[in-house]
């Protein structure tokens, strides 16, 4: 791996894992969803406005349509783990959601899509899964104080297998 390339890595990683921090002890709500929509339009509007002086890419209905499913699905994403880590803790509600998403993305594929994933795909997912009940507390997850936290961490990673 190059320097830049490992550079953009951890520097992307950093950045996550601080949103994720920010979000959990911003204790969540519309203001915090608003202020960080917000200042993600004004990180990417440059970016955005180059791409449309450089390519000139013609818009339609199709694509109208993609931006606001996609957009309507990020909201109920932002929603759901705000309200996830108002419930439990962010060592337990974020690796539920991130690694349910992939789960349930490989099942979806599977009885939607016909996708025949071979055994290393499986097993991943199988580790993938264990890994997270492993590590974010194991049968504690099915305490009565922590199935809301749990059943949030799901339902945000129904939103990651959704897009």
């Not at 996708?115 to 997912?125: D, K, V």
Request: hydrophobic share 55%.
């Amino acid at each position: 791996m190059t320097g830049p390339a490992l550079a953009l890595l951890l520097g992307s990683a950093f950045l996550h894992a601080s949103w994720n921090l920010l979000a959990k002890r911003a204790k969540g709500g519309a203001e915090f969803l608003w202020l960080f929509s917000l200042m993600t339009v004004v990180v990417y509007a440059p970016v955005v406005a180059g791409y449309v002086l450089v390519f000139e890419p013609r818009f339609s209905a199709t694509h109208l349509a993609f931006a606001l499913g996609s957009s309507a699905i990020h909201v109920g994403y932002f929603i759901c783990l705000q309200r996830g880590y108002r419930a439990g803790d962010l060592s337990l509600v974020y690796p539920v959601a991130r690694g349910s998403g992939p789960a349930l993305a490989t099942g979806l594929a599977v009885l939607l899509l016909a996708e025949r994933p071979g055994a290393q795909a499986l097993i991943g997912t199988a580790f993938v899964v264990v890994s997270v009940f492993v590590l974010s507390g194991g049968r504690s997850l099915l305490r009565s104080g922590q199935r809301r936290a749990v059943v949030y961490g799901l339902v945000t990673g129904a939103f990651i297998a959704t897009y």
